[in-house]
């Protein structure tokens, strides 16, 4: 039982009356983890290491070997469990077709919230897209709606180059301008004075992704854009308290 802990081995002769629900006494422990001490959750196997039962020690792992009476496992649960068959496979369609109601119904509110949205402003529109599946979800919701928009690109000097590739593939594929603002080496060249990025800290997002929006946004839109942002609400909190609409200074 190399590798593991709170394990006791019985004698062979004692597993149908475990199996049965019967506690293990100390007389047919062969074995035990000697870090097991009483109180302890343990698992009891047969000689070729077959789960026999599971339950509240009630001796230490050494006294369980060598009394010669006395409950040494307290069962809790018995019985050999038979193998169980894996349900029958399933693919994205059966998922999609499963929940179609549901996904429709997410469709169509999408599309109004992005005809509504647009119709309100006389400002031009962009799909900020990142390579990823939230804002390709956007993207094509979008695409759906309207015509004539740009897709904005922040190449933050971090991308794989399957990324930097699949934005120009989306671009050329749905016909579509993608204004891109490559932000270099600003990431290498920061973290000697910021360090490492964490949760409390992110300045990455700031030198390598809004910065450069940023930038991009007052190239192409001085006055201004109405920009769709794929995010889903699941990955933080902060985003789930984020409103749908919101105005950058």
């Known amino acids: ?136 979800a956007t993207l094509l919701l979008v695409i759906d709606c309207l015509d004539g928009f740009d897709v904005l690109f922040a190449d933050t000097g971090l991308e794989f180059p399957e990324t930097l590739e699949n934005v120009k593939e989306v671009g050329r594929h749905y016909g579509l301008t993608v204004k891109t603002f490559h932000a270099g080496d600003v990431f290498w060249d920061s973290i000697d004075t910021f360090g490492p990025p964490t949760v409390e800290a992110r300045w990455c997002c700031k030198t390598c992704k809004l910065g450069p929006i940023s930038m991009l946004i007052e190239e192409n839109f001085p006055e201004g854009c109405l920009t769709f942002i794929g995010q889903r609400k699941y990955e933080s909190e902060g985003r789930a308290k984020s409103d749908k609409i919101w105005k950058n200074p």
């Open 1 to 136: 039982m190399e590798g593991r802990s709170n394990w006791v081995v019985i004698d062979e002769s004692a597993v149908p009356f475990i199996e049965k629900g019967a506690s293990t006494l100390a007389p047919g422990v062969i074995d035990a983890d000697p870090g097991i001490i009483p109180g302890a959750e343990v698992i009891v196997v047969s000689p070729d290491g077959v789960p026999v039962s599971a339950g509240r020690a009630k001796m230490n792992g050494r006294e369980m070997v060598e009394a010669t009476r006395g409950v040494a496992v307290k069962t809790r649960w018995s019985g050999i469990v038979e193998t169980v068959a894996a349900p029958p496979s399933h693919s994205w369609d059966d998922v999609v077709t499963a929940n179609l109601n549901i996904l429709e119904d997410f469709e169509a509110k999408a599309h109004a919230f992005i005809r509504n949205v647009s119709q309100s402003t006389n400002r031009p529109v962009s799909v900020s897209y990142s390579g990823g599946k939230d804002s390709l």
